[in-house]
């Protein structure tokens, strides 16, 4: 008998799958992180942010560490989606207050330093993290492991770290298509290896990042998002049929539901901006994720109350993981997290 079938599956499994789980299962988008104190612990003890996503015992840790605090359904991986160009050997450091700085691939003639065959064997301690954390896992809670979709990672990999216009990427996709098609191509390939190793590992569903696929205009968005997209998808469930895939196009709008459609994903994560009538339409065709302001979980008392409610009666009766629209900020006090999930936890409809 396998593992699942001993423990029954467990609820985030259920609801991605399509069924209706009351009260919904809930994780949070950042869950781990520098808002905890017991993760700004363990973070000082290592040199660097990608040596903590490489040192598997530390980085099982600091995964489980919201789970000890509150009942949530899912554990996700704790790792970066910049861990896949490190693994294709770009060089990777995050530095304080100023975010990621990656050595630039300024166009096609770069590619051929992007490393596909030593990939698997310089991230292998992240799926020694998944088994770890598999392991350890609270009865009931599932484990979520991720990867960022490839035209939001091509996006940090071009501009050499974060952008607020992505201009650099934008002109590469734009000027040189064959070029930059061949640097997505390559990273669909990394990214299908990378999340197959995974769920061999142990990860029970599977998150694509789209942070900033709402950059993108239809054409290119079809293109450098949809696309690409798809074929992880497809090729993901290839080799491995039952991972539940959700898809998270954020910043989306009005092309969501193409997104949704058109990837194939089982569910689809939807941010702060996306109306809670939509979300039901979306809803009638497959499970919707979402979409709590992470502003108001700094702010708590009534607002958050008020907000979580909302969603709740609009899509709790439904396919429905509840989170957040996007990633807990570091100002946000743990005990409003705490509140938050006692109140998902606790809701009757
Ligand atoms: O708890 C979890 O959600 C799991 C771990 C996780 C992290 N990053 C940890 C992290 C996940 C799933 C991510 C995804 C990620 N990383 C995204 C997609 C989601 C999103 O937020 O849009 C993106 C765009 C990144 C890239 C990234 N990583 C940036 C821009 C930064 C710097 C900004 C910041 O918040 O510091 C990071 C660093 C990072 N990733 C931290 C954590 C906990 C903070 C670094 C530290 O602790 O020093």
Redesign the pocket.
Known sequence: MTRENLEGTPRLIRALRGETVGPPPVW???????YLPE??EV?RRVG??VE??LTPELAAE??IQ?LRRYPLDAA???????IVPYGLGQKLE?R?GE??VLERVASRADLARLDLGGLVERVAPVFETVRRVRAALPAGAALIG?A?SPW?VAS?MVEG??SRDFAVAKRFAYGDEAGFAALIERLVEATVAYLSRQVEAGAQAL?L?D??AGALAEPAFRRWVIAPTRTIVDRVRAAHPDIPIIG?P?GAGLMTETYAEETGVDAVALDTTIPLDAARALQRRRTVQGNLDPQLLVIGGEPLQRGAQAILEALARGPFVFNLG?????ETPPDHVGALVEQVRGWAG
């Open positions: 949070l988008m950042r869950q781990a992180g520098r993760y700004r973070r660097g942010f903590l996503c600091v995964t919201p996700i991986l704790f790792s970066d989606i910049l995050f304080e975010g990621p991720f960022g939001t940090y770290g974060g998150q990042f942070s900033w998270f954020r996007h990633g807990i900020v570091p």
